[in-house]
């Protein structure tokens, strides 16, 4: 079993930023690929970032690329989420995702465990 705890989530202004943290417990987390995801009320739930085993392979979607980093301590089992220049169509419940496989996924039902979500609000 693995649990996925999201921190850093919060109020910030346009420009600003934020630092999400995704805390894993249970099975071995340095063997999968994690991923960051977000839903916005009303919004399907859409892919932000991914990342492999290693950090070898590194995927964004296209309205966070340049704005967003996604990276990984694998002794610490935290995945992490450094996001520049907010904007307020980042507003979204932001959620970590595991993946028991060495292959990123874009893919929401690709992941097999999920946190429960930190609230990113960004203020005009």
């Known amino acids: 079993q693995v649990q996925l705890v999201e921190s850093g989530g919060g109020l910030v202004q346009t420009g600003g930023s934020l630092r999400l943290s995704c805390a894993a417990s249970?099975?071995?987390?340095?063997?999968?690929?994690m991923g960051w995801f977000r839903q916005a009320p009303g919004m399907e739930r859409d892919f932000v970032a991914a990342i492999d085993w290693i950090g070898g392979n590194i995927y964004y979607a296209d309205s966070v690329k340049g704005r967003f980093i996604i990276s990984r301590d694998n002794a610490k089992k935290t995945l992490y989420l450094q996001m520049n220049t907010l904007k307020p169509e980042d507003t979204a419940v932001y959620y970590c995702?595991?993946?028991?496989?060495?292959?990123?996924?874009?893919?929401?039902?690709?992941?097999?465990?999920w946190g429960q979500g930190t609230q990113v609000t960004v203020s005009s």
């Open positions: 995702a595991l993946r028991w496989s060495y292959t990123v996924s874009t893919r929401d039902y690709d992941y097999d465990y």
């Open positions: 249970g099975r071995t987390f340095s063997s999968s690929t």
